[in-house]
């Protein structure tokens, strides 16, 4: 068990807040951010943010042991005093598009350019074929990295 204080295996933004709970096949651990926001997003102003909620979001992570991970992610929700608007806290390690970490994404990525298939690396992941295929595509249009956008990486050599 990790102690609540400890980062989640290099993912400085944040920290586990409980005890991991173990599937055959799966882990799930409880985190939540390790500091909150002190300024709004939308004014900038530096006044006392209101607590406004908070619900848990599942984050896939990269596999540890040949088990799946998943981040089970106490998000908490503000309320600007200034100028009333309500935000929910900001993830970076979190990637914007999918329910699932930045490195990861990055992971999958990397499987494809060393011509792993689609399915191959869904299994491997946890997460469906076309979870992948979307990865593809995007970095495809250049949103990722420069195999993909510069034609070295065809959707037909993983199929």
């Given at each position: 068990?990790?102690?609540?204080?400890?980062n989640?295996?290099?993912?400085?933004?944040?920290?586990?807040?409980?005890?991991?709970?173990?599937?055959?096949?799966?882990?799930?651990?409880?985190?939540?951010?390790?500091?909150?926001?002190?300024?709004?997003?939308?004014?900038?102003?530096?006044?006392?943010?209101?607590?406004?909620?908070?619900?848990?979001?599942?984050?896939?992570?990269?596999?540890?042991?040949?088990?799946?991970?998943?981040?089970?992610?106490?998000?908490?929700?503000?309320?600007?005093?200034?100028?009333?608007?309500?935000?929910?806290e900001?993830?970076?390690?979190?990637?914007?598009?999918?329910?699932?970490?930045?490195?990861?994404?990055?992971?999958?990525?990397?499987?494809?350019?060393?011509?792993?298939?689609?399915?191959?690396?869904?299994?491997l992941?946890?997460?469906?074929?076309?979870?992948?295929?979307?990865?593809?595509?995007?970095?495809?249009?250049?949103?990722?990295?420069?195999?993909?956008?510069?034609?070295?990486?065809?959707?037909?050599?993983?199929r």
């Amino acid at each position: 068990m990790l102690a609540n204080h400890q980062n989640w295996h290099g993912l400085s933004d944040l920290k586990v807040r409980g005890p991991v709970v173990e599937y055959p096949g799966d882990l799930m651990i409880p985190v939540e951010r390790a500091s909150f926001p002190t300024n709004c997003p939308y004014c900038g102003s530096g006044e006392p943010l209101h607590k406004h909620g908070c619900r848990e979001q599942v984050v896939l992570d990269l596999p540890v042991k040949q088990k799946h991970v998943s981040l089970l992610i106490l998000r908490r929700r503000y309320k600007c005093r200034n100028c009333a608007a309500v935000f929910w806290e900001e993830l970076s390690e979190v990637d914007r598009k999918r329910r699932m970490t930045k490195r990861l994404v990055k992971m999958i990525r990397d499987l494809l350019i060393a011509d792993y298939t689609y399915v191959g690396i869904a299994n491997l992941i946890g997460v469906h074929e076309k979870t992948v295929r979307n990865i593809h595509k995007d970095c495809s249009k250049g949103t990722g990295f420069k195999e993909c956008a510069k034609g070295n990486c065809d959707a037909e050599r993983h199929r």
